[in-house]
Structure formats: C-alpha cells, structure tokens
C-alpha cells in the first residue's frame, strides 16, 4: 500500500472504526497476521477477580480488577467455560489474556542486537516472527525490552526521550525477534525527524510480513493522552494485532492528591477506546522496576509466536 493511500491519523477518537472492522474474528490474514478473539456466546454472572497488585504496595488498599469473559482475551484454539473451576488460574496476572495450549518455550536465555534499519525493507530477512514495542517518548520503553531480557544496557535507556530513531531488531534465542520502534508524541524532536519516524513506523506496520504483534506501551501512571487514543485507533483500523501493555504500574498516585491509580488510568484508557473494537484487546500490567508482567508478557508472546509458527 502506498503512504500517500494511508488514512490520515486525524479521525475523531471518539468515532466507531469501518463496519468491515466491527465484525472481525480472530483469523489468519494473509500475511498470517491474527486479530481478537470474538465475544463469547457464554453469560456471566459474577466477574472473575484477577489478584494484579505487586507486594511493595503495602501502604495502599488494594482495588482489585474484575474481568468478565467477554472482556477477556482468548486464543485460538483454546475453550473457555463458567463450568470450569481453573479458569481464574489459567488468566495471566494482572491480564485479560487466557493461557493457551501454545504456552511454552517463554524464556529468554539469549538475546543479541541485530541491526537498525531506517526502512522495511531494510529489516531482517530470515522470516522469523517478531513483536514490536512501541509507545510514546518517556514510556519506559528501553527499560521495559531491557527487564524482559534481564540485560541492563541491551536497549539503549536514557533519560531524555526520543532516543530510539530506527527500527532496531534483536534476536531471541536465534529464533524469534523483540523490535525496538521509535517512541512517538515527544515534541522536542524536530518536526522533519517526526515526520519521517511517523512514515517508516506506519510503513513497517502494514507492510511486514513477519511481524505477529504490536505491543503498545501506555503509560498508567498519568491520565490518558490523545495520542495514545489516535494510535491504537489507527492499529484498531488497519488491523494491526495490537496487545496493550500498561506501563509504570508501580507508580501509586495518591487520591488525595487527586490523582489516580494505575488501575484507573488504565480502565479510562480501555473505555475510550472501546468504541474501536469489537472485542477486547489483550493487555497486560507491568512495572520495569519491579519487574511485574514481565512473566505474562513473555507467555503471552509465546502463545502468539506459536499458534504463528503453526499456521
């Protein structure tokens, strides 16, 4: 598809994605690319409760999250049942994401840097599967890639955003792929470099062929931007399979400060975007500092990277 066909990301947020959207499945695309799971047939009556809150947060009453099983997120090839008695066992923490039979082979015991690239074609060609990690600048994106690999220094962390300018590939366990996408909304940067970022990124999005899921990284600790809203959107809209990760979940805003916790961001977020989608995105919450998620995240991967494998 050529970039000047590409819709332009001013879209109201507020308005439903094309009917074409509204009723889509979890399905292989052409390119092997799979989308949400549908809404369950089951009815619910009580909410499952999902125990997500870390042991450091001591000081504060914990507010648990209740998941409801059209709000969840289940795999291919995979059941789920009121009747069954595990079922709350088998939700990742702090997720809305069912565990699958493709669940295996999670750990990381090898990770490498690749190359960067400017361009699609650019990127690696060895059609091994890969996952993106995108979000806005200052999202604790490096540091996130860094705590899945427990490698320091293996993304490039610093305190000023906008680091990342290309799209950089490491290699896991020589298998599979964690991609490095430049952070978006950071202002500073100059407007022809934004522009430019904007293009390739959007580029590498439709047009990878070997690309499984985009992972997009919100951050929980402030109240919603618009400009995570417009992405996931533009994701929701082009079909892009998209898994939200909340990031900075360690960060407790007092209430009597008027702020609001991590869990309520992240529910805003997920409201606002609810009008996009026609099932629930998978998404997961996750602290670099305390390392929360970061188990999920590498199951959740798993699953996805072997149901690809398969079909």
């Known amino acids: 598809m050529a970039l000047a066909q590409l819709p332009r990301l001013n879209f109201s947020i507020f308005t439903k994605p094309p009917l074409s959207l509204l009723h889509t499945h979890f399905t292989l695309l052409p390119k092997h690319r799979f989308l949400f799971s549908p809404k369950s047939t089951l009815s619910v ?81 060895d059609g091994l599967p890969e996952f993106a990690l995108v979000g806005r600048s200052n999202v604790g994106k490096s540091s996130l ?50 522009m430019d970022w904007n293009k390739f990124t959007k580029d590498y999005f439709l047009n990878r062929s070997t690309l ?49 916790r991590p869990e309520e961001n992240m529910n805003d977020f997920q409201e606002l975007i609810r009008g996009f989608f026609e099932t629930a995105p998978p998404w997961i919450m996750t602290s670099s500092v305390t390392n929360q998620g970061r188990d999920e995240i590498l199951l959740h991967m798993a699953q996805l990277r072997n149901y690809w494998l398969k079909h």
């Open 145 to 194: 890639l860094n705590s899945l690999v427990r490698r320091k220094k293996l993304a490039l962390t610093s305190k000023k955003p906008g680091k990342t300018q290309c799209i950089n590939h490491f290699r896991i366990n020589d298998k599979w792929y964690l991609v490095d996408l430049p952070g978006y909304g950071y202002a500073s940067a100059p407007q022809e470099l934004r």
């Open 212 to 260: 499984v899921s985009v992972f997009l990284l919100i951050d929980a600790s402030i109240p919603t931007k618009k400009i995570d809203l417009e992405y996931a959107s533009w994701l929701g809209q082009n079909q892009i399979p998209m898994t939200l990760v909340f990031t900075k979940c360690d960060k407790r805003k007092k209430k009597k400060n008027g702020g609001k």
């Open 45 to 125: 009556t009580e909410p499952i409760p999902i125990s997500h809150v870390s042991e450091q947060e001591e000081e504060e009453e914990e507010t648990p999250v209740t998941l409801s099983l059209e709000k969840l997120f289940v795999p291919p090839e995979t059941e789920v049942s009121l009747d069954d008695p595990s079922l709350s066992t088998r939700i990742l923490k702090g997720s809305n994401i069912v565990l699958s039979k493709y669940a295996r082979d999670a750990q990381i015991v090898q990770a490498e840097f690749v190359k960067s690239s400017v361009k699609t074609e650019d990127c690696p060609s």
